[in-house]
């Protein structure tokens, strides 16, 4: 069985057993075996999946291989625009995207809080399905762990991915160059600000939804269309200003932003002024940053914009080697500035 | 809100002040803005690569994070760290360094630390664990003062008993003062922080730039805001005309704001305060009046007024008194950097050493 929005809202365990996970549900006995048959299976269906090992065996793939593992505490589970099971899949696919890979398999680990609703946890494996389903990746192994209540909160997942580099790609934060172009595909800071608006019960005028969102079948149509790309990295912890930093620092190049063309949308423009952040530092979850030769910019551009997840793509700044190492920004009203890598935690628990 | 934010961050806006400032200008001039948001601005829009190079920007003590005695510090740790005690404050607080330890520290061995937006949520706090005791850490100027002293108010309202506050508010006018009789001053002319003066109205600064014969213009946050600020110092300088002008009249009214200057009269009264890194400054703090004194936390927990130690290295009193600029401090980006900061300047975004070291081009190799 796939799920089926429409149909899937009730969680398949009786609710005359048990409405709240119990630490038996992790105990590898009947509890656990009913939740695997009832939950998982019908939802997360695949041939690997049924194998009944201990493992998943799976059959060979020609070529490179990209793996990547992601942890999962977001705080609240459920937020504007998703909920920490549609973010640990997309997270896990953006990461093999940002590799130059074609996410293929996920697992799965998730750490359960004694006494969290089971309603909740199927509300989340759900979307895990759809999540999985609509970017194309099988989750072909997992595991579930119960700890006591108030020594976890609500639910973790721990993923970890497999994808298949395409052939022909080569792209590493090493790579970005003077004359490079910096392209992103959208607004930036709606995760985090969803998050942090959620947790703190600040509201605005509209309600800011996060970004998550599987960014492959873009990617994907942009490395087989133009594999000369240079670097391609997901803005997620740190947001932009990290993630250039670091690519700043892995390639020896400078990078310079024009504050004019970041795509802000006013809510958060709004909420991190009331909050005193600012909109570079925050998290993204369907958001990428490619880099590549300028000439190739407005092909690659035009390919994005004709993806729903790339219609507002813009060219954002430009690499250079004035200043090796440094991310600069050139401000609206006209001077420079540096725009470093963030000290210390700005919002935790944000993924 | 935001529309209105973009004219004041207008590139066009800025041009004609650089321009009109470089007509004015026929000397080089010192001048000081007193608010530690000011200072941010300034880092973050870079606005000395605009302006001529005879205008000298320093930056003054109006980073509350940063004045906050260290001794202060170390009681709101002491509190943080028992079991029985809740220890609210600002984000920003958390992470200024005691002589031990940071209140970030301390959470993160158990202790209840929870920062909060508005002093009004620790009130709620307090109300949802009345097994608990609630110490609001009460950092600021004029401008979250009256936030606080509406908090204490509520308390004796609502008739809570588990709620105090640990009180750290500063007064501007008074360190003005002792900054201009520092003989040693090179302050030509002030940028008086908006938001404070919307508060408090503009009398104090009026009876400081007479007696001083110094101009005092009272400034926004935004680019434009500072800018427009400088202008109107730079001409009250060429003309030799000491006096106060207001650059912010969109937030500020002469009177100030008369209900938060009523509740900060009825809850807060003037003390003498020592300022980190730059001494005891007479009634330059605030303290609970007699009416609210059983909302003192100081008093409630009956801590020790107990005196620590500064790093040898961190030179925060001479940087906070605009005698030097923090890349003239031998520890500023080596020793002493946002993520291990000796002093408080690095630690707060409104801190000069930290707004120095995230936005400016210093070689930090």
Same mark, same amino acid.
């Given at each position: 069985m796939n799920p089926d929005p429409k149909q899937g809202l009730q969680c398949p365990i009786p609710k005359s057993d048990y409405k709240n996970v119990l630490l038996a549900h992790g105990g590898g006995g009947k509890l656990t075996k009913q939740l695997i048959d009832q939950m998982f299976y019908p939802c997360f269906e695949n041939v690997f999946l049924r194998q009944g090992h201990d493992g998943s065996i799976l059959p060979p793939i020609e070529g490179k291989l990209a793996m990547t593992t992601d942890s999962f505490v977001v705080d609240p589970i459920f937020f504007p625009g998703g909920d920490i099971g549609e973010l640990a899949v997309n997270g896990t696919v953006n990461d093999l995207t940002c590799c130059g890979a074609e996410a293929l398999y996920i697992s799965l680990a998730f750490i359960l809080e004694e006494g969290f609703p089971l309603d909740d946890l199927w509300k989340i494996v759900q979307s895990i399905a759809l999540s999985a389903n609509r970017a194309g990746i099988k989750i072909v192994t997992g595991d579930t762990k119960v700890v006591e209540k108030g020594k976890g909160d609500k639910i973790y997942i721990n993923t970890t991915g497999i994808g298949r580099i395409l052939p022909g790609l080569d792209i590493a934060p090493q790579h970005c160059r003077e004359g490079d172009a910096v392209i992103i595909n959208g607004t930036i800071g709606d995760h985090g600000i969803a998050i942090m608006t959620e947790r703190e019960g600040l509201t605005f005028e509209s309600t800011i939804k996060s970004d998550t969102l599987a960014l492959n079948t873009m990617m994907l149509e942009v490395f087989r269309k133009k594999p000369g790309i240079h670097v391609v990295r997901d803005p997620t912890r740190g947001g932009v200003a990290s993630a250039l930093n670091e690519i700043c620092l892995s390639s020896d190049t400078g990078i310079r932003l024009v504050e004019e063309k970041l795509p802000i949308n006013d809510g958060v423009r709004g909420a991190c002024e009331v909050m005193g952040l600012d909109p570079l530092y925050v998290a993204n979850e369907g958001k990428v940053l490619v880099i590549l030769p300028e000439n190739e910019a407005d092909e690659v551009l035009s390919i994005m914009r004709a993806f729903d997840a790339g219609s507002q793509s813009r060219i954002i700044g430009s690499v250079n080697g004035k200043h090796p190492g440094i991310l600069h920004m050139q401000t609206t009203i006209g001077s420079t500035r540096i725009v470093d890598m963030i000290s210390g935690e700005q919002l935790p628990r944000i993924c | 809100m935001l529309k209105h934010l973009d004219e004041y961050r207008d590139k066009r806006l800025a041009e004609n002040l650089v321009r009109s400032i470089e007509s004015t200008l026929t000397r080089p001039w010192t001048i000081m803005e007193i608010c530690g948001g000011q200072t941010h601005s300034i880092m973050r829009y870079n606005l000395q690569e605009l302006l001529p190079n005879e205008i000298s920007l320093i930056h003054g003590p109006g980073c509350p994070v940063c004045v906050t005695p260290i001794e202060l510090i170390d009681q709101a740790v002491e509190l943080g760290r028992q079991t029985d005690v809740i220890l609210v404050s600002f984000g920003d @607080?958390?992470?200024?360094?005691?002589?031990?330890?940071?209140?970030?520290?301390?959470?993160?061995?158990?202790?209840?630390?929870? @920062?909060? #937006?508005?002093?009004?949520?620790?009130?709620?706090?307090?109300? *949802?664990?009345?097994?608990?005791?609630? /110490?609001?850490?009460?950092?600021?100027? $004029?401008?979250?003062?009256?936030?606080?002293?509406?908090?204490?108010?509520?308390?004796?309202?609502?008739?809570?008993?588990?709620?105090?506050?640990?009180?750290?508010?500063?007064?501007?006018?008074?360190?003005?003062?002792?900054?201009?009789?520092?003989?040693?001053?090179?302050?030509?002319?002030?940028?008086?922080?908006?938001? /404070?003066?919307?508060? @408090?109205?503009?009398?104090? #600064?009026?009876?400081?730039?007479?007696?001083?014969?110094?101009?005092?213009?009272?400034?926004?946050?935004?680019?434009?805001?500072?800018?427009?600020?400088?202008? *109107?110092?730079?001409?009250?300088?060429?003309?030799?005309?000491?006096? /106060?002008?207001?650059? +912010?009249?969109?937030?500020? *009214?002469?009177?100030?704001?008369?209900?938060?200057?009523?509740?900060?009269? $009825?809850?807060?009264?003037?003390?003498?305060?020592?300022?980190?890194?730059?001494?005891?400054?007479?009634?330059?703090?605030?303290?609970?009046?007699?009416? #609210?004194?059983?909302?003192?936390?100081?008093?409630?927990?009956?801590?020790?007024?107990?005196?620590?130690?500064?790093? $040898?290295?961190?030179?925060?009193?001479?940087?906070?008194?605009?005698?030097?600029?923090?890349?003239?401090?031998?520890?500023?980006?080596?020793?002493?950097?946002?993520?291990?900061?000796?002093?408080?300047? @690095? /630690?707060?975004? $409104?801190?000069?050493?930290?707004? #120095? +070291?995230? +936005?400016? *081009?210093?070689?930090?190799?």
């Open positions: - | @607080m958390l992470r200024v360094p005691g002589s031990k330890e940071d209140l970030l520290s301390v959470k993160a061995q158990g202790g209840e630390v929870k @920062m909060v #937006y508005a002093p009004l949520d620790a009130l709620e706090i307090a109300e *949802k664990n009345p097994e608990k005791e609630v /110490v609001f850490f009460g950092v600021g100027f $004029e401008t979250t003062a009256p936030a606080v002293a509406l908090a204490v108010k509520q308390a004796q309202i609502r008739g809570l008993e588990n709620f105090s506050v640990l009180v750290s508010h500063v007064l501007v006018p008074p360190a003005i003062k002792a900054l201009l009789e520092d003989k040693q001053n090179r302050i030509d002319g002030f940028l008086a922080a908006g938001h /404070v003066c919307t508060i @408090m109205g503009t009398a104090e #600064y009026i009876s400081l730039a007479e007696s001083y014969q110094i101009p005092i213009v009272v400034t926004g946050f935004e680019p434009v805001d500072i800018l427009l600020g400088i202008q *109107k110092c730079i001409i009250l300088l060429e003309q030799n005309h000491p006096g /106060v002008e207001n650059a +912010y009249p969109r937030s500020v *009214k002469p009177e100030g704001n008369p209900a938060a200057k009523k509740i900060l009269k $009825e809850v807060f009264t003037p003390v003498d305060r020592r300022w980190r890194g730059i001494g005891t400054i007479p009634q330059s703090g605030l303290k609970l009046t007699a009416a #609210y004194q059983k909302f003192d936390a100081s008093a409630r927990f009956r801590l020790q007024h107990t005196t620590a130690e500064e790093p $040898e290295l961190c030179l925060a009193g001479e940087i906070l008194t605009g005698r030097k600029k923090p890349p003239d401090c031998p520890a500023f980006g080596n020793q002493c950097k946002p993520d291990n900061p000796l002093g408080a300047p @690095m /630690v707060s975004s $409104e801190g000069a050493c930290a707004a #120095y +070291y995230r +936005y400016q *081009k210093t070689d930090r190799s």
